[in-house]
């Protein structure tokens, strides 16, 4: 099953807007990562942020997470046409940290 | 190249019959996962390994799915009478532990369609 869902489903974007995706899941965890996938293709880790940070930055992409809240969300800014993909959250379970649960997905489409 | 390679990247078959998968993991990684997804959905957890041995598997993977990892390296995924619902595509990852983050590196993937 799921951990938990991304906002939006998909998201329409001009080349050089931001997007902006957010993922919401429900247990415990050590940390939570990022990964891209473009269609019908392997995903490609993008960041990592761990239970005791609350931001990380990585070129042009920027990560929070609310433990709180049980949310993160990734900020892609000035958004390129390559940038098109769909962007999944995975978190581990904090006592069993040997698998990922992902997300639903933010399908981004950018157009140039 | 040394990436998380599978092979095939596509297989087409009929119902009924069975399939297996390899993947070869980044050579220095002792984990080895297999996933599944559907389409429009995010992959789910099936199984890993640690070297040969294979640690959890989901309720996901029922008795006609076996893997294996028989030297530690590579893995194969059969699944035996196959069905119209294991149309997916699957994924294997490895990954070494390393300061407790589990980043984990995806190969291509194995599509499967089953007619």
């Known amino acids: 099953s799921q951990q938990g869902e991304e906002d939006p489903q998909a998201l329409s974007i001009q080349e050089g807007e931001n997007a902006t995706m957010n993922c919401s899941y429900k247990t415990s965890i050590n940390n939570l990562q990022w990964y891209r996938q473009n269609s019908g293709r392997g995903l490609v880790h993008l960041i990592l942020?761990?239970?005791?940070?609350r931001e990380k930055h990585s070129g042009r992409l920027r990560v929070t997470l609310d433990t709180s809240k049980k949310s993160s969300s990734l900020l892609i800014t000035a958004s390129r046409a390559a940038d098109t993909a769909s962007y999944f959250c995975a978190t581990d379970a904090r006592y069993n940290t040997d698998k990922l649960i992902f997300g639903t997905g933010t399908r981004l489409q950018v157009f140039p | 190249d040394t990436g998380v390679s599978q092979d095939p990247r596509h297989k087409i078959t009929k119902r009924g019959q069975n399939v297996t998968f390899r993947c070869d993991p980044i050579?220095?990684?002792?984990?080895l996962y297999w996933y599944r997804q559907t389409l429009g959905q995010g992959p789910e957890f099936l199984t890993y390994?640690?070297?040969?041995?294979?640690?959890?598997k989901s309720r996901l993977l029922s008795d006609r799915f076996s893997a294996e990892r028989p030297k530690g390296s590579f893995s194969t995924l059969e699944i035996q009478r196959t069905e119209q619902g294991d149309s997916a595509m699957y994924l294997c990852?490895?990954?070494?532990?390393?300061?407790?983050?589990?980043?984990?590196?995806f190969g291509p993937g194995t599509r499967l369609t089953v007619t």
């Open positions: 942020i761990r239970s005791n940070e």
């Open positions: 390994f640690q070297n040969e041995a294979q640690l959890e």
């Open positions: 990852a490895s990954s070494t532990r390393t300061s407790g983050s589990l980043r984990q590196y």
């Open positions: 050579s220095e990684h002792n984990r």
